[in-house]
């Protein structure tokens, strides 16, 4: 079955961090290419980080550069994204999504085949 779950999203004050989980099949988790996105109400749903099946491509959104960091761990097959410096900007829904093509166009929503169910994060200023 193909699944990914998030987990750690909660509310924050401005400045705090938080840690997201995304944990994943077998089949999700050997997928070329998996990545954030966000969505805040009323907005469309926005690219966050992307990683490379093996970790040796990483790309984020210029608003999370230098504050977020995405990661994987083979072991237990999760997929981690490290929230600093969080901003109230940053109060959305997360998702964890999943793709069987490549890298290519690792931005579009639309190229994803799989996605979790989401986890909130709220930051309050």
């Known amino acids: 079955q193909d699944q990914l779950v998030e987990s750690g999203g909660g509310l924050v004050q401005a400045g705090g961090s938080l840690r997201l989980s995304c944990a994943a099949s077998?089949?999700?988790?050997?997928?070329?290419?998996m990545a954030w996105f966000r969505q805040a109400p009323g907005k469309g749903r926005e690219f966050v980080a992307a990683?490379?099946?093996?970790?040796?491509?990483?790309y984020y959104a210029d608003s999370v550069k230098g504050r977020f960091t995405i990661s994987k761990d083979n072991a237990r097959k999760m997929v981690y994204l490290q929230m600093n410096s969080l901003k109230p900007e940053d109060t959305a829904a997360y998702y964890c999504?999943?793709?069987?093509?490549?890298?290519?166009?690792?931005?579009?929503?639309?190229?994803?085949?799989?996605w979790g169910q989401g986890t909130q994060v709220t930051v309050s200023s």
């Open positions: 077998e089949h999700t988790f050997s997928s070329p290419c």
């Open positions: 990683i490379s099946r093996f970790g040796d491509l990483i």
């Open positions: 999504a999943a793709r069987s093509a490549n890298m290519y166009r690792y931005y579009d929503p639309n190229a994803y085949d799989y």
